[in-house]
């Protein structure tokens, strides 16, 4: 791995949103509101249920935080695409991190299973993605199971999620 840390504070998170962290041209969080986490808590590449590496992060609630008031009105809930959109990111985050180069971009997900509901009241989503495949060639992906837990209660579950990293040209 480059010599990066194993976790990450609210500004390292808004320094590779710019490109800072990596690099330009290589994997980048998107900025606010579509960063969909606060602080990354521990990331490995040989970690995790399989051994492959994972990722842990958490995304702090608050009743105005800006999903919430447009979806849905009068039965406000974290949308699931934004659950997913963060286990995502946390996947080309790790390949970053782990100093492969290139851009990062979602390249589906095998099974969505969401099981309950993020509310204005809840306090803490904590997202986990533990790598069941590394792929080290001219494209590099990742492939990762994932799970989003809402004040430690699980919401969301996904199979088979797949990440890649390309040239910008191959994108």
Partial sequence: MADFPTS????????????????????????????????ITDVSADGG??????IV???DLFPEIWFFPCHF???????GCLQLDGLWQ??????????????????????????????????VVKYTVDFTRVIDRRLKMGVADGKVEC???????????RVGLAAPTEA
């Fill in 57 to 59: 992060a958490e995304l």
């Fill in 8 to 39: 990450f504070d609210k500004d390292a998170l808004l320094q590779c949103a710019r490109g800072e962290l990596f690099g330009k041209g290589n994997a980048q969080l998107p900025e606010p509101p579509m960063l969909m986490m606060d602080r």
């Fill in 151 to 161: 004040d430690g209660e699980l919401v969301c579950a996904v199979k088979d999620m």
């Fill in 49 to 54: 249920e399989h051994g492959k590496g994972h």
């Fill in 90 to 123: 946390l996947t080309g985050f790790n390949l970053g991190w782990r100093g492969w180069q290139g851009q990062g971009f979602a390249l589906g997900a095998g099974e969505v299973k969401l099981s309950g509901m993020i509310r204005p009241e809840n306090k």
């Fill in 73 to 79: 009105p009068g039965n406000n809930v974290m949308p």
